[in-house]
């Protein structure tokens, strides 16, 4: 008997994502090569990894104290604690008076995906969200596919090339009332203290939900505590808030994607009640989250002599972005490229825009087989001492060819 | 300034499972056991770990080859292909017709998460799911919190003490058109043909949609392909289907839950459509899955030793838990408890029903302190040496203290 098809309605989803690393894949120039990576590259064109995290992999293997039980639903709970004491500092007011918790959650978007679900129910008149650009696709998506109504903003202003605190104000000041902000790496946004009271009164007038993302906690400054040292401001100020805080890319564990949601309330009996919820939500979305990257990192920073070995290795990955983009731009300069080039230096981080238009993009896309994004925002891990000619004789090919708009 | 907090409206959750255990931790007496863990429990009362899993997880350790790079969105590739094969065997139509094809999820309810999602979306006009009572919790909470009916069924028949595949026929009757039938391990209630026949037809008419549940693979038999057998039977009548296939339990990795979402369309068309959509969801629900459980499992699956290492760990297990029933019943015999207790030997699988009623079972947990589910249905795993006679007697003393109902 033929039968209809059940998914006969079900259309091709359009990819959203990825769309560049597949033409990259596709190309079958031997000069091509992609500077989009989310993973930090080492020096080999290698995802990086911490040297730590070798040893310690093999030490819980080896170790035959360790069962494999099932963990408890909000995941392991010194995994938890380890993080936030690394995200808070051991002796923050909120983990002294007891009223920050955490679920661990599984994946990049794991974190994003359970506040947005309680978000959904628990502040039903507050549904729109706003996020910076460049997170838009992966966690802009979460929200939006919940029905969310999602707005994009932007620091970065491509005309002056440099991030601009005034942007971040102007948003916030703009956004209505009672919205869910998702604020990323404010490392380059280098407000003075009267422009954090300016933003802090403003949410805190316009009742806005902050929703912070730490993708790579240590990875702006090489500093673990001042990467994250304007969570401090919004405690002081008694604001509550959910935090994405993602472990697996500072440690270079990219295939155990693992993180805690964070939750900081007033006080410890409204964080129960937060985290009780979290808790049924958690059980349905995935009961029992995979313990593997936990246990690496929980095994790191609980031991100080790993700790101290993991820290430095990231500090040498800090200097080696550093490194490189202080010869990208004194190569861009020996070539004579028209332009000023310290956008490339003021910036922190791996990821950072070239300052680039789309033209010029495009041109280093089509014509050099350099895979960029549309904005310019590349990955500078994924230059080394094997492609930096060729990517910055291109880089000045591009910008001849096309003049910049200003 | 004092603040209203934000969660002000937030209600302690109520919790949904876990009582039984809790009350279990809290006793002080010092011959408490619990008799309901999820996992299988060793002879010596610790997690079951097939003996192969500590020899890979080392290997996987110590090998420098592998990299720690993002897995793709579905999950391992190779990881699928191998539970795929071990789910319908190599040569099965709906593989050799490039018709089926599944999502790598993670933990226990991943799989029932994902597909929910989807059937919510894409089937919007059947919103009625049935499931076996002893799944209600956890994954038909999942379909509830979604808001699906759901509806509990059982083919348990506490009167006669055996599995009635008549209740199984009753329900998918009774059902109404279009509902999503959750089908779980199917090894006690032995359908004859024409059982199986007339099953499928009423689902056919009714279009009812089949979303299994394989927990176990190989726990029922102690064969791999007994196991899943019934699946031919909805393949070869052109059946299209959701399976979640759980993986952790049968290899002893339970802190790693990993799984499958698997689907089966009528032609390879319809499943690259289902499984576009189910990336999109992936995506937002967790991006990029943790890949240890799914590469020990890979290893193991795809080297023949290896994998008759653990075949052959898993039928020691099954032979075990057969060995403990035939124990139990003698035991009870030779006791003079009164009653037959053949139905404990009758039941394959770890998890049967001892076939007492409820006082009977307040009986065990409040005199004896023997932890046992309402419904009486325990993990014989739990079941050892040290603790056989203190169970058997009690379960005498029970019975004889509480007559029967019949």
Do not use: A, M, V
């Given at each position: 008997m033929p039968t209809l098809s059940v998914?006969?309605?079900v259309p091709l989803a359009q990819?959203?994502?990825g769309s560049l690393l597949k033409t990259y894949k596709q190309?079958?120039?031997?000069?091509k090569m992609f500077l989009a990576y989310k993973v930090c590259m080492s020096n080999k064109g290698q995802p990086w990894v911490s040297s730590v995290v070798r040893k310690t992999r093999l030490q819980i293997a080896q170790d035959p104290s360790l069962n494999y039980e099932y963990m408890p639903v909000m995941g392991m709970k010194s995994f938890i604690q380890a993080s936030l004491k690394l995200l808070?500092?051991?002796?923050?007011q909120v983990i002294v008076e007891n009223r920050v918790g955490g679920v661990h959650t599984v994946g990049d978007n794991g974190a994003f995906q359970l506040g947005a679900q309680f978000l959904k129910i628990w502040r039903q008149d507050s549904q729109a969200v706003y996020i910076i650009s460049s997170r838009k696709e992966p966690h802009g998506l979460v929200f939006q596919d919940m029905g969310f109504k999602v707005s994009e903003y932007s620091f970065w202003d491509p005309k002056k090339l440099r991030v601009d605190p005034n942007v971040l104000l102007n948003v916030v000041e703009q956004a209505p009332h009672g919205c869910i902000f998702v604020i990323?790496?404010?490392?380059?946004?280098?407000?003075t203290q009267s422009q954090w009271a300016r933003l802090m009164a403003s949410m805190k007038r316009k009742q806005i939900f902050p929703f912070f993302?730490?993708?790579?906690?240590?990875?702006?400054?090489?500093d673990l505590e001042e990467d994250t040292n304007f969570l401090q401001y919004f405690v002081s100020q008694g604001f509550e808030f959910f935090c994405s805080q993602s472990l697996s890319k500072t440690f270079g564990i990219?295939?155990?994607g693992v993180g805690i949601l964070v939750v900081v309330a007033l006080n410890n009996q409204l964080l129960l009640c937060v985290l009780s919820q979290l808790m049924t939500l958690t059980r349905a979305l995935?009961?029992?989250?995979?313990?593997r990257g936990a246990r690496i990192i929980t095994s790191i920073l609980c031991n100080p002599a790993l700790q101290g070995e993991w820290k430095h290795s990231l500090k040498g990955l800090v200097e080696d972005i550093m490194l490189t983009k202080e010869k990208v731009k004194e190569k861009l300069r020996l070539l004579g490229?028209?332009?000023?080039?310290d956008h490339i230096t003021d910036q922190s981080g791996p990821?950072?825009?070239?300052?680039?238009?789309s033209e010029q993009v495009e041109y280093l896309v089509?014509?050099?087989?350099i895979y960029i994004p549309k904005d310019g925002?590349?990955?500078?891990?994924?230059?080394n001492a094997c492609n930096i000619d060729y990517i910055t004789q291109s880089i000045n090919e591009a910008v001849l060819s096309i003049k910049g708009s200003q």
């Open positions: 998914f006969l309605d990819k959203l994502e190309d079958n120039c031997p000069n808070f500092g051991r002796h923050n990323g790496n404010t490392g380059d946004c280098k407000l993302d730490i993708p790579y906690q240590g990875l702006s400054t090489g990219y295939d155990e995935w009961l029992n989250s995979p313990s490229t028209p332009g000023s080039w990821h950072s825009y070239l300052g680039l238009n089509k014509e050099k087989h925002q590349i990955n500078f891990t994924c230059i």
